[in-house]
């Protein structure tokens, strides 16, 4: 059985299932930030938080804003109201798959819109907190390690702050400026 898989904008009805998504992922790790913070991180980049459906279910997301570098959301708060920081370093804050949908190649099809998009935008960086043992999985991705960027427990314990180049993200991309196509095919 073949499935439809669409990266898409994040819209107003996804909250539920985005909310549920977040908490399941990060509460045994302390770091679950609750729909009050994850909207607000939303609303302040709208263009750039986006789902990933499989068939009619919602089965990931991906949250990011601009963000100078080596800053990052604070998750004790929310976001700031009037604007995100400017064009330049684009924060990869949140990106959760449904367990029972990890390793099909859902996230990294919403790491690609995301790179896309960040190149279209702009972008010249693109920066993450790898929480929860990920940074070996972001390396492979072309992040780079920067220590000492993020104080102790401020994400949990040994959380790294990492950023790559866009221009670097995917060498072998399309030379069109616009993102990928929303619509992917995977066999389930």
Request: hydrophobic content about 40%; proline content about 7%.
């Amino acid at each position: 059985m073949t499935e439809t898989v669409r990266v898409r904008p994040l819209t107003a009805g996804d909250w539920d299932a985005v909310v549920a998504l977040e908490r399941d992922a990060y509460t045994d790790l302390g770091l679950s930030e609750g729909r009050a913070a994850l909207q607000s991180r939303a609303a302040a980049s709208p263009d750039t938080c986006f789902v990933v459906d499989v068939g009619a279910r919602t089965a990931g997301y991906l949250l990011a804003l601009p963000y100078p570098p080596h800053r990052y959301p604070d998750l004790t708060r929310t976001e700031r109201t009037g604007g995100a920081f400017e064009p330049g370093n684009l924060h990869l804050h949140d990106i959760v798959v449904a367990p029972g949908l990890r390793r099909r190649g859902l996230a990294r099809h919403l790491l690609h819109h995301l790179t896309a998009t960040a190149r279209t935008r702009g972008d010249e960086r693109m920066s993450l907190v790898a929480v929860g043992g990920t940074e070996r999985f972001w390396s492979a991705r072309g992040f780079v390690a920067e220590p000492g960027v993020v104080p102790a427990g401020a994400y949990g314990g040994g959380a790294v702050y990492m950023s790559k180049e866009v221009a670097a993200a995917q060498t072998r991309a399309r030379p069109s400026l616009s993102p990928p196509a929303p619509t992917l095919r995977e066999v389930s």
